[in-house]
């Protein structure tokens, strides 16, 4: 199981820009590594995070080899009504976390 940890201003003013960070614990495995045993241990990536506002895509991010385990992000966002922000990370072997967040203007 998944742990995320979003990040969002305490207020936030209609039409002001505003940063979110968002981050999701997960054991990332390369693929390059072998077990004690000499077992190649299979890939297990996170390689997809999007982040929706009422539905709309306003965020999203391809995840590579290279990004280290548990990536976080940081991405500025406009919101001229409150709403519900969806954030969804996928990955190898089935992987999907989501969480949703109230963003309530000031």
Known sequence: MARAVIQLP?????GAVFEVRA?????????????D?????PRDLVRHF?????????????????????PWLSFWLRAQRPGEL???WRGDQG???VETR???LA
């Not at 981050?23 to 077990?35: F, L, P």
């Open 10 to 14: 305490e207020r936030v003013v209609a």
């Open 23 to 35: 981050t999701v614990a997960h054991a990332m495995e390369t693929g390059y590594r072998s077990s």
């Open 37 to 41: 045993e000499g077992a190649r241990l």
């Open 50 to 70: 999007e982040c929706r506002f009422e539905g709309e895509l306003v965020f999203e991010a391809r995840l590579f080899a290279a990004v280290a385990a548990n």
């Open 86 to 88: 969806r954030f969804i």
């Open 95 to 97: 992987f999907e976390h």
């Open 102 to 104: 109230r963003l309530n």
